[in-house]
Nanobody
């Protein structure tokens, strides 16, 4: 199983980024998918989740209304659209499949 995140980068406060996570080696459409993040010196925290068919989503309070999780089962891909980014969103973002498999992470830095 391999999960590969991409789309991170350096942006200014208020800007947007779209993260992608492509999965291989698993039957993607049976897994709920989640995004987590880990800021320097802090524990990894859950950010958002989506069920296997994309009909249900949920979000941490800190990102609700700014981030949107979605998936394309035909492409074995889950996305995280991040709008109105804040400096406190700076972290390494990880995707997770079924609370079991992890990607390697992609760095998001929000700074002036």
């Amino acid at each position: 199983v391999q999960l590969v995140e991409s789309g991170g980068g350096l942006v200014q406060p208020g800007e947007s980024l779209r993260l992608s996570c492509v999965a291989s080696g698993l039957t993607f459409n049976i897994y709920g998918m989640m995004w987590y993040r880990q800021a320097p010196g802090k524990e990894r925290e859950w950010v958002a989740g989506i069920n296997n068919i994309g009909s249900m989503t949920n979000y941490a309070d800190s990102v609700k209304g700014r981030f949107t999780i979605s998936r394309d089962n035909a492409k074995n891909t889950v996305y995280l659209q991040m709008n109105s980014l804040k400096p406190e969103d700076t972290a390494v973002y990880y995707c997770n499949a079924g609370a079991r498999y992890w990607g390697q992470g992609t760095q998001v830095t929000v700074s002036t």
